[in-house]
């Protein structure tokens, strides 16, 4: 049962941070400080999103200690279809670290709005059916 309310609560979270997510997307073009803010925004919500994916599993029953094995579950049990995007975004998670450099932020930027930011709505209307 705690479980259950856990994920719940950590959903709400998730989809906050999705919407705040969003709304930087829906802005066409970003200043250099907005680029920033977008990254960070990403990062925490991505972050929200497989701990989410982890708690929603624990309390199915599933054994997930790391954010690749909750991937790899939450894709066999079809809870995300785009396995190799969510493999994808977690291995470049370094590369957003690095937004202080301005071409590597472009390509975080690029990245987040024509791959990750799908797969982030995907998984939170999905977790939304299931509440």
Known sequence: MNNDIRWK????????????????????????????????????????????????LEQEGFDVKSPRKTIQTAFQIQLITDGHAWIDALEKRNLMAHTYDEGKAMEAEELIRKKYYQIIKKLCCKLGELI
Do not use: P, S
């Open 9 to 56: 609560q950590r959903f709400e979270n998730f989809k906050k941070a999705t919407i705040q997510l969003t709304e930087f997307i829906e802005k066409e073009e970003l200043n250099k400080f907005e680029v920033q803010g977008l990254i960070q925004c990403f990062e925490y919500t991505f972050e929200l999103a497989w701990k989410t994916m982890k708690d929603y």
